[in-house]
């Protein structure tokens, strides 16, 4: 079988912290941040949103994002 392999980075501008943190609570850390106490919660937002805030002054908030594409054709006997 004859496979080639294709890396792609793709960058996804995010208009503000709020949405961000939103986006990163529905799926991939969800349960990252259920597990925390209330307070710990509460502290880590408040961190990641002013971290976050900042970066939106220094030219946007942008997710990178990979993968790697895989292609291939099988060879069929007669």
């Not at 961000?20 to 408040?46: A, C, I, K, M, V």
Request: net charge negative.
């Amino acid at each position: 079988m004859d496979i080639k392999t294709f890396p792609a980075t793709v960058e996804v501008p995010v208009t503000n912290p709020e949405t961000f943190l939103r986006g990163e609570r529905s799926h991939g850390y969800r349960s990252f941040f259920d597990e925390l106490q209330p307070t710990d919660r509460t502290s880590l937002e408040e961190e990641l949103l002013a971290w976050l805030a900042h970066m939106q002054t220094q030219g946007g908030i942008v997710l990178e994002r990979e993968a790697t594409f895989a292609v291939g054709r099988a060879r069929m006997s007669p």
